[in-house]
């Protein structure tokens, strides 16, 4: 299908994406099973009725503030900059509650689920962050969460297990299918289908049937928000680009969504470029993926010539996943976002860059975003670049004691 750049960009700023079908020009939309239906339709009416709504804003803003620690600061980066040769600064998600961005996602919808009268919140996690910010959030609210989990990222994130059971949450092992995420959302579906009134499923990133690329992007959409202000007050200006790293996409959308109508704002996403552009070395959708459904949405995805899902590979969990939001897809498509990738290694120097010269750890994500930003900054010297550090890289550590640590000693 194709698109029109210049319309599908007015009709992007003007709010009319997603459309009535739920759809970002040709992407997006719900590509599930017939019983879900009536559930996402009644989920769809709950975001009409509420998310915009002055007592639901206000509510999540007081949340926001007080318990989440927003605003997160936006940090000049001096030294990295005088190193790279731009100025770069960093939006500092890693200063929110639980590590990440992850955070004001889960915080939104569970507010959003209280208010729909949901009992309970079923929720998926891969490497464990979306499933500690669920537990966390659900524990602040007073709502039973039950975290479906495949057994083999259980062994490969034990402590994310821990944090989840201590903040009170049901970690349900998935040994079905391929043991891993994708076998966690059939069972975490599966779960909500049989009890569509009374438990809401928590999704973890910009991806999904139809409301959730939308809700997920409003309720992150504070990031960018924030960085747009905090900038203009700290330069008078707009800066001359932003960035973010790309897994499902929920912090990049986060940032991106203020700027997208400002034409003179470069905007970039980063994949990880993994091992190389190689089938399965990688997990970067946008540069070597292909349109296809995956997870009731019609995006592009990481698929061989029969139209299987490939396996994917990145040194940071959170960014191994085989598919990306629709509302990137649009937005590539279109050309107004540029989306590059950056691979293993790079991110790892640029993990080392950041703790040496500002005494940040950022999570592997980050890190990503980082590296494009050291390209960004060699290809325009003096420019000023706005990096959103998506999170904290402690959880990162025993990634880190095999690979940067290991090559030092
Ligand atoms: C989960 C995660 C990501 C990737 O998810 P998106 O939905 O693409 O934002 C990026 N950074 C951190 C720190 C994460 O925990």
Redesign the pocket.
């Known amino acids: 299908m194709s698109v029109n750049p210049t319309d599908a960009l007015a009709d992007l700023v003007a709010g009319r994406f997603p459309d009535a079908h739920g759809r970002f020009g040709p992407f997006g939309g719900r590509y599930v099973p017939e019983t879900l239906i009536p559930t996402l339709e009644r989920l769809s009416a709950g975001v009409r009725e509420h998310l915009h709504a002055p007592s639901f804003q206000q509510e999540f803003a007081g949340e926001l503030a007080s318990w989440v620690g927003r605003p997160t600061a936006l940090t000049f980066a001096a030294r990295l900059s005088a190193e790279w040769g731009a100025e770069i600064w960093l939006k500092r998600?890693d200063l929110a509650h639980t590590g990440?961005?992850?955070i004001n996602n889960a915080l939104g919808q569970a507010l959003l689920a209280r208010r729909l009268g949901a009992r309970r919140i079923v929720a998926e996690t891969g490497?464990g962050?979306?499933g500690v910010a669920s537990a966390a959030a659900c524990a602040r609210l007073g709502l039973p969460c039950t975290v479906y989990m495949g057994s083999i990222d259980m062994e490969r994130q034990a402590p994310n297990v821990g944090r989840m059971r201590l903040l009170g949450a049901t970690v349900v092992p998935v040994t079905s299918g391929d043991r891993t995420l994708r076998a966690a959302i059939d069972e975490a579906l599966r779960d909500w289908v049989s009890d569509p009134l009374g438990t809401y499923y928590l999704l973890?990133?910009?991806v999904g049937p139809h409301p959730y690329p939308y809700l997920v992007r409003e309720l992150q959409a504070v990031i960018g928000r924030e960085a747009r202000s905090q900038f203009q007050q700290a330069a008078g200006r707009l800066p001359d680009a932003v960035m973010a790293?790309?897994?499902?996409?929920?912090?990049?959308i986060g940032m991106f969504h203020a700027f997208v109508p400002d034409p003179d704002v470069e905007i970039i996403g980063v994949e990880a470029g993994g091992r190389g552009s190689a089938l399965g070395g990688n997990a970067a959708t946008l540069s070597f993926g292909r349109p296809g459904v995956l997870h009731g949405s019609y995006s592009m995805l990481l698929q061989n010539e029969d139209g299987q899902i490939q396996e994917t590979h990145s040194v940071s969990a959170?960014?191994d996943y085989p598919g990306v939001g629709p509302e990137h897809a649009l937005l590539a498509r279109i050309g107004r976002v540029r989306y590059e990738s950056a691979g293993d290694e790079e991110a790892l120097e640029s993990v080392r860059a950041l703790c040496q010269y500002e005494g940040i750890l950022p999570?592997l994500?980050?890190a990503h975003a980082l590296a494009g930003a050291k390209r960004w900054a060699r290809s325009h010297p003096g420019g000023t670049l706005v990096v959103c550090l998506?999170?904290r890289g402690d959880k990162d550590m025993p990634t880190l004691q095999q690979t940067l640590l290991a090559q030092t000693v």
Do not use: I, M, P, T
Request: net charge negative; with cysteine.
């Open positions: 998600e990440a961005h992850k490497a962050q979306h973890g990133s910009a790293c790309v897994g499902g996409g929920s912090n990049a959170g960014l999570a994500e980050s998506s999170g």
